[in-house]
């Protein structure tokens, strides 16, 4: 017994030493929120005050020192993302997760960023205000590396620390700008529908722009593989480490439309959720400068910011910068292949990815005329019919740190408008607003035609030259507007209004949050920042009810089960709400679901149809397709002998719709919430590991919205019902310039991406139930409920 007793109390001691340990090492793991640091190259004491968020103030005496500390802060936080985003670009996400990465590493190291970059940066003038404090940013995130905490992940993967460099900048903006693009998912697949169905089957697609009804408005051979392309790109984004960025809502009410006579200025950028989040707040304040920001990760200059003077923000603009080509190969001699003045020799680079725990993988990548081929890049796509992909972003001069630079140090809307103009690519649609009552957006990017006639949707001919590009349009031919007579500007990522008589293709969102966004700010000139930040956690869609109309009156003389009559009855009395507790976005989405999918999928086929629903086409038909009682896609073509009309695909839709509701949710039609089956989990790449998931990951909760309204938690199309967010706000902001001190932002989990830490997930049910916390600018305030960690000069 005594022996027993022993060995017991051996345990127990064994078991507390260890709970010490692991105590002692979660602490060692916290990021430093107070005390003092020293640190090489600061010219002075610099102060950082960690409000009660988290979010860094950053008081320095010159922005060198403000922009060392903010490296240092933000690497803090953020190293693991950090290191994740830059590896993307170059291919070398494989050296740490393995061939699991591979594929991702074979598409994004041979469409060229790394080149573009590499060639941008030789260009840099190391004299310039841009480069020497994008210098000055590295060199914190360099000294935390040396001097710092090693992340738990870096320390669970494996991963080498290597010094951060400029490079690393230009390959995560270069990332960003490839996520924005949507041309890869839709151009091979309306090639293959065009080929394989003909045209007939495209008229009701709306490719040429005809559903964008709402519009912004300015104040000036192998059909086969062709999908394959569409399919693999998508995959690689769908389950990239990395989050892609989307879509986004902004509006910026002018003078006359607010209660305060000032301007007040809304911005919620939608990117897909991850853990950490997208964005990481810091406000930085000199003698002589003030910015509070929204940084990526790992690079020097926020995409959207406000201080005293001016706010700007951002939304995708969906233009279309991709554009694929055919190339024809010189008979018998693959390295050759045709162009307008005769043959010509591709050129061919060798990247070699390293792979965890295998052997290297050595791959060529050939180049036309055009860019890359994307057959050396794509596993599934054969070599017979190379395909090149032209992308303005590898195309164009690079001038995207002057640009980021030139939108956070403008002194007024004029160097503001410069800025815009420098930035090629991606295609975005720049917010400004300011305290002397100016609004304006600014569509960036490069823009171009083809001779007419030439559709872009599809995949190009690359030999003959008639479908190059013509023209390379000024930047004054943007779309864009200043100071408008109606008051405001927003964007939705809706289409532009025709400048010359020339619509910019693209691939532009429903007019759902469009719609919803300028009726709202038509029907009133009062708005404060009350009103304002009630919009932009709406969720409600002014299209869905019609479509709701639509689809009952096609069923109505059906025989119908009780249940189904209740469900009918749920939807006659939704009014478009997509809030937690109702039950109409529940029966709507399944209903939808089920007659897209009937109606195209056998076309398709189920891969295609999943891919379809993804692309703004496949977005847009939703309303659209139901009023064609003529379309050549109600009949099913593996019926024989059989014609479909739209009559019977939405009644056996219907039907098929309360059956499988049934069998989620249970026959009470009551009990059918949205918050139910419309959930959300911010997933951290190791939280994939089951054992991880509560660790790393921050959810799951209810969650409110839905596809295409305001407060866009966006989601895809299933069978089983579960509609896990993908994506939604990454931030949420209102910056009201009559009390500019008390402006307010949300982030979707916490500004932290340490799990450790106590701000890793605080914001999640904030942002949840559509609150916000203060952007704070006041320093008396700022001190009272911060803490203080104090950077000091080092002693050479």
């Known amino acids: 017994m005594r022996k027993i007793k022993k060995i017991l109390l051996v345990l127990l001691v064994l078991i507390v030493i260890l709970g010490i340990g692991l105590c002692a090492y979660i602490f060692h793991l916290k990021p430093k929120y107070e005390g003092e640091v020293q640190l090489k190259n600061l010219q002075k004491e610099t102060t950082v005050y960690f409000d009660d968020f988290g979010v860094p103030h950053i008081y320095a005496d010159s922005e060198k020192d403000a922009m060392t500390a903010l490296g240092y802060v933000h690497a803090q936080e953020r190293l693991w993302q950090m290191e994740l985003l830059r590896r993307i670009a170059p291919g070398r996400l494989s050296e740490i997760f393995g061939s699991v990465a591979l594929k991702n590493d074979k598409f994004f190291s041979g469409i060229g960023i790394e080149e573009a970059s590499a060639k941008a940066i030789a260009k840099l003038d190391p004299n310039s205000q841009s480069y020497k404090m994008t210098m000055a940013y590295l060199d914190g995130i360099n000294q935390y590396m040396e001097e710092g905490v090693t992340p738990i992940e870096f320390t669970l993967v494996g991963v080498k620390k290597e010094k951060f460099t400029i490079k690393d900048v230009y390959n995560i903006f270069g990332y960003m700008s490839f996520s924005f693009a949507m041309a890869q998912k839709t151009d091979p697949l309306l090639t293959f529908i065009r080929d394989k169905y003909g045209v007939a089957y495209l008229k009701d697609l709306g490719i040429e722009g005809e559903f964008n009804t709402t519009r912004i408005k300015n104040s000036k051979e192998n059909i086969e593989e062709y999908t394959t392309i569409s399919k693999s790109v998508a995959a690689l984004l769908e389950n990239s480490l990395i989050p892609p960025f989307v879509g986004s809502n902004s509006w910026v009410a002018g003078p006359t439309k607010t209660k305060s006579g000032k301007v007040i200025f809304a911005n919620d950028p939608h990117i897909s959720f991850s853990q950490p989040g997208t964005w990481y707040e810091a406000h930085l304040v000199t003698p002589d400068f003030e910015l509070y920001g929204c940084y990526l990760a790992g690079t020097p200059y926020p995409l959207l910011a406000h201080n005293r003077n001016y706010a700007y923000g951002l939304t995708m603009f969906e233009n279309d910068d991709i554009d694929f080509y055919q190339e024809k190969n010189k008979e018998g001699d693959s390295n050759q292949y045709q162009t307008p003045t005769g043959f010509a020799t591709y050129t061919a680079i060798k990247k070699t990815i390293k792979v965890k725990d295998t052997s290297d993988v050595v791959l060529t990548v050939k180049s036309s005329r055009h860019g890359p081929i994307m057959n050396d890049v794509l596993d599934r796509l054969g070599k017979k019919n190379p395909i090149a992909m032209s992308w303005v972003y590898t195309q164009q001069p690079i001038q995207i740190l002057d640009a980021v630079y030139g939108l956070s140090h403008a002194k007024n809307k004029d160097d503001f408008r410069k800025a815009v103009s420098l930035v090629a690519a991606p295609g975005l649609n720049v917010m400004y607003g300011d305290a002397k009552g100016n609004v304006a957006w600014w569509a960036t990017g490069a823009l171009y035609k083809h001779d007419k006639g030439v559709n872009t949707f599809f995949i190009l001919d690359g030999a003959s030259g008639k479908d190059d590009i013509k023209e390379h349009l000024d930047f004054s031919k943007n779309p864009s507007a200043e100071n408008p007579k109606w008051g405001y500007v927003y964007s939705a990522n809706n289409q532009p209004e025709a400048i010359d008589g020339f619509l910019y293709p693209g691939y532009y969102l429903p007019e759902d949050r469009a719609k919803r966004i300028s009726g709202l700010m038509e029907a009133k000139s009062d708005w404060d920042k009350e009103a304002i930040s009630k919009m932009i956690f709406d969720n409600t869609s002014l299209v ?46 399944k209903w939808v679901y089920l007659y897209l999918k009937n109606t195209f999928e056998d076309e398709m086929g189920a891969d295609n149809f999943s891919l379809y629903l993804d692309t703004s086409l496949g977005k847009q038909i939703i309303a659209r397709q139901i009023q064609n009682e003529n379309s050549v896609w109600w009949d099913n073509i593996k019926t024989k002998n059989v014609k479909e009309t739209r009559s019977d695909i939405v009644s ?15 026959n009470q039609v009551a009990d059918w919430n949205w918050g139910k089956a419309h959930t959300v989990e911010h997933e951290h790449p190791l939280g994939k590991i089951a054992a991880l998931r509560r660790l790393f990951n921050v959810g799951p909760f209810a969650a409110p919205g839905s596809n295409e309204v305001i407060n866009n938690q966006f989601f895809g199309f299933n069978k089983e019902g579960k509609y896990h967010v993908k994506g939604g706000p990454s931030t949420r902001r209102v910056v009201d310039f009559s009390d500019i001190e008390n402006s307010w932002s949300i982030l979707p989990t916490g500004q932290s991406g340490n799990p450790f830490s106590k701000h890793y997930d605080d914001q999640a049910e904030m942002y949840n139930a559509g609150k916000f916390r203060k952007m704070k600018l006041n320093k008396e305030e700022i001190i009272k409920t911060s803490t203080k960690l104090v950077l000091k000069p080092k002693a050479k």
Do not use: C, M
């Not at 056996?652 to 249970?666: D, P, T």
């Open 652 to 666: 056996k839709s219907f039907h098929e719709a309360i059956a499988e509701l049934q069998e989620q949710f249970g």
């Open 544 to 589: 869905s009810p019609g479509v709701v109309q639509r689809l009952i009156s096609t069923v109505a003389g059906s025989s119908l089960s009780a249940e189904e009559k209740e469900a009918i009855n749920a939807l006659q009395s939704w009014k478009g709400t997509n809030n937690t507790e109702d039950v109409g976005p529940t029966i709507y989405n």
